[in-house]
């Protein structure tokens, strides 16, 4: 007991720290500031690296192509060595679009990871506009959403403004896990440390990444982060290390038609790519999954391990509860404006311990598909 109440403290003491000193990280909003119209709207290019995307296309390339944005406009999707027709999809949606190509990609040169490179084609066929905005095929806009970009990044002189897509919450599953998935990816990357000049915290979310076209070539092109897995965190450090000003904001004008119906369809998603996160180190990946359990687990188990020491009349029992739910209370309240922002009740909350301990057995799932040759694997393709 006294063991759970010293863990059960130092939980509460890291739930503080990040309640109250974390860059405010589980807050939802303000999201997207409206700006002011800039003088002449500059050249946009959409990049749209696609493989195997006939299926969504339908759902979101319209959205994209019909964009009403007061200066030129022009959408590029790379067919990255699809097997479906991908490239025929887009070509029948966007028959009547002067505005929009198709580009297949090249293969493949060694050492870049599948997306990054796609993306290269993309620019290199882009031409010279001022601003490139990376986005997923999956993705669906808003009207007006790439006026209001572009309006923020001018109005803001942002080098990158990135949007965090909402991510589908129709399936049990995807409720369960995808409100966590955003709430701890903000926990790592606080969005207001991202937007704010002087920090080193940098992400980005690469459904969504208007970047000036100039201040990516200065610092190095998508050729510096080509073997990236996790291509928006690797841009969003790129464009913030070479003194870039980020903007990173969640947003519902940006959402992703893409579905998780299973627990496999998540968990994939994940397991791909968390072991890359913690460079491939061991010493990492048990440093997160203890902390997870530090976190996440000790305060469910000293609140309930001090109720029964309680009913047993143990002497530190009362300490142990309170501190343990202080710290799962804490917990809950951080989780809630994320349940929210998916129209989610507040009652899930205290069940984050339970999701958590999901996300730590995927990183080290991770690590086992990386030891076993599968990291990275994706639509048929290993990462490099």
């Not at 297949?104 to 490139?132: C, Q, T």
């Amino acid at each position: 007991m006294v063991v759970l109440g010293v863990l059960a403290l130092a939980a509460l003491v890291g739930w503080l720290y990040l309640a109250l000193g974390h860059g405010g990280f589980w807050k939802t909003g303000p999201l997207l500031p409206p700006g002011t119209d800039p003088p002449e709207w500059p050249d946009v290019v959409a990049v749209v690296p696609a493989r195997d995307e006939a299926a969504v296309l339908p759902e979101t390339l319209p959205t994209l192509l019909t964009q009403r944005y007061p200066g030129d406009f022009t959408v590029v999707l790379v067919d990255d060595g699809s097997s479906d027709g991908t490239a025929d999809t887009a070509e029948h949606l966007a028959r009547d679009q002067a505005n929009f190509r198709v580009v297949r990609a090249k293969d493949r040169p060694d050492g870049w990871a599948g997306k990054v490179w796609a993306m290269s084609e993309g620019v290199r066929a882009a031409g010279e506009p001022e601003f490139l905005l990376f986005t997923d095929a999956d993705i669906a806009y808003a009207p007006g959403t790439v006026t209001k970009l572009v309006r923020a990044a001018t109005s803001e002189e942002r080098t990158l403004v990135s949007q965090m897509a909402t991510l589908s919450t129709r399936t049990g599953w995807e409720r369960a896990l995808v409100p966590a998935f955003v709430y701890f990816f903000a926990q790592l990357y606080p969005f207001r440390r991202v937007t704010r000049d002087g920090t080193r915290t940098a992400a980005a979310a690469g459904g969504c990444m208007l970047v000036r076209r100039a201040a990516l070539a200065y610092a190095g092109g998508l050729a510096a982060i080509k073997n990236a897995l996790i291509d928006d965190v690797a841009l969003g450090r790129l464009i913030k290390r070479d003194g870039g000003r980020c903007r990173l904001d969640l947003s519902r004008d940006v959402v992703s038609r893409r579905p998780y119906p299973r627990l496999s369809d998540l968990w994939t998603m994940v397991a791909r790519s968390a072991y890359h996160q913690l460079r491939y180190s061991p010493a990492l990946l048990a440093g997160t999954v203890l902390t997870l359990l530090l976190m996440y687990a000790v305060p469910p188990a000293a609140t309930l391990a001090g109720l029964i020491g309680l009913a047993l009349g143990a002497k530190t029992a009362a300490l142990t509860t309170t501190t343990g739910l202080l710290a799962w209370t804490i917990m809950a309240a951080t989780y809630t404006p994320m349940l929210r922002f998916y129209c989610l009740s507040p009652l899930r909350a205290p069940a984050l311990p339970l999701v958590a301990l999901m996300y730590a057995a995927m990183t080290v799932d991770s690590a086992r598909r990386h030891r076993t040759g599968k990291g990275g694997a994706w639509k048929g393709r290993t990462a490099p």
